[in-house]
């Protein structure tokens, strides 16, 4: 199985969920950050406990071809590329899977050595029937301790019930410092246009060193690599700065409208800088995923009819399991030391590039794309926007 293939059909599919996330009517100015990692690994194991026409629909959603080619994929991002690289100077880094199924429940064990032995989950008996509300208390205890508590709550009050069976919920945890610090005694307000014409304030974090850099038709991409550790990983935030001060929408449908987008708009080599300038923000967003999932014409696994989620228990109840909810939220923060961000995601079931190499201005002083990604197989963590630093 090539990985770096299924790692490039994957970045589609997160990239086409980031354009209708970000250009949502609903959200279209709002700053904005999600895992798509997340949300993709969720899927994943729900496209393990499916089959028929919903098994189909969801390996043609997610670009793979076969259930096992998307579990090993999983495998080997938690393995390669959520290794802790803290203890030799690289990023803190976790990401946690939980399962929590209904005590009436037998688990299949083709679904249980899915769950165990490649997604790494830690898998709970619990009584939802009666206890629905301790259970959720216990989601989201587990999810504020896995996201070092910068997420403390996934399931929103109510979302589980009596007639719950099983949640699935992942974590993801990343703080990394930039291999070239910024100097806090340099960061100065500065003006900051927003799409509906008015300016603010907000402090600019700033440098003279060369910088990763590169301009292209439209827009320019800024590389700020994160220090490493003693792996060959590289882990980088990207920011896509377009050129005009309300092209954000543009780009953003570039972006997840064209396949490979990525491995084509990647600075390769460093420039010297003229006016270079990056706003500090921090961001908070969650979203209910399903909803965003059936606009993108996955239907078949939260229909209420449907008989596609059949291989994950042992009960004529686990014939009629459907995924009611995905609940997602992400945090990141970015500053001078670095950025720390991290993302949770739950799943409720019930019955040509043009290079300039002379010296380039790099003014962030309006709405912008970023990302987080890890270089050396090109898995993207994080995706969002900012349409205001001073919004968190």
């Known amino acids: 199985m090539d990985l770096r293939q299924s790692v490039s059909n994957q970045t589609d599919v997160s990239l086409r969920l980031a354009k209708h996330i970000l250009l949502n009517t609903i959200h279209k100015h709002s700053n904005i950050v999600f895992s798509p990692l997340s949300v993709h690994v969720v899927l994943s194991l729900i496209t393990a406990g499916s089959s028929a026409e919903t098994l189909d629909q969801l390996l043609s959603f997610l670009k793979a071809k076969s259930s ?26 976790s990401f946690a899977n939980g399962l929590w199924i209904d005590e009436s429940l037998t688990v299949k064990d083709s679904f249980r050595q899915v769950v165990d032995g490649l997604y790494k989950a830690a898998s709970v008996h619990v009584d939802f029937r009666t206890k629905a509300s301790e259970v959720t208390d216990s989601v989201n205890s587990w999810v504020e ?23 699935f919920a992942n974590a993801l945890y990343f703080k990394g410092a930039w291999t070239d610090k910024f100097d806090a005694s340099m960061t100065k307000d500065d003006e900051f246009h927003l799409l509906d014409g008015s300016s603010i304030q907000v402090p600019f974090m700033t440098s003279k060193k060369k910088q990763l850099i590169s ?60 006016d270079f300038r990056i706003p500090k923000f921090k961001i908070s967003f969650g979203f209910e995923a399903s909803e965003v999932l059936k606009e993108l014409g996955l239907v078949l696994p939260f229909s209420r009819d449907g008989d596609g989620l059949t291989e994950m228990v042992d009960s004529a109840m686990g014939q009629k399991l459907y995924v009611s ?57 994080f995706i969002g926007q900012v349409h205001d630093p001073l919004t968190t």
């Open 68 to 93: 096992d080619h998307l579990n090993y994929l999983s495998s080997q991002l938690i393995d390669l590329v959520f290794a802790d690289g803290s203890g030799s100077g690289g990023p803190c880094l």
């Open 145 to 167: 301790k896995e996201t070092n508590g910068l997420i403390n709550e996934i399931l929103p009050s109510g979302s589980v019930d009596s007639l719950t069976r099983l949640v």
């Open 215 to 274: 301009a292209f038709d439209g827009f320019k991409v800024l590389e700020l690599p994160y220090k490493r550790g003693g792996d060959r990983r590289q882990f980088s935030m990207y920011f896509f700065l377009p050129d005009a001060k309300d092209g954000l929408p543009r780009l953003v449908d570039e972006v997840g409208s064209v396949a490979g987008f990525l491995e084509c708009h990647s600075p390769d080599q460093e420039v010297e800088v003229g």
């Open 325 to 381: 909810s995905i609940f997602h939220k992400s945090f990141i923060e970015v500053n001078e030391e670095g950025a720390e961000a991290a993302a949770t995601s739950a799943a409720v079931f019930v019955p040509m590039c043009l290079q300039l190499l002379n010296k380039i201005d790099f003014v962030a002083n309006h709405p912008f794309l970023f990302l987080i990604r890890e270089d050396m197989t090109g898995v993207v963590q």
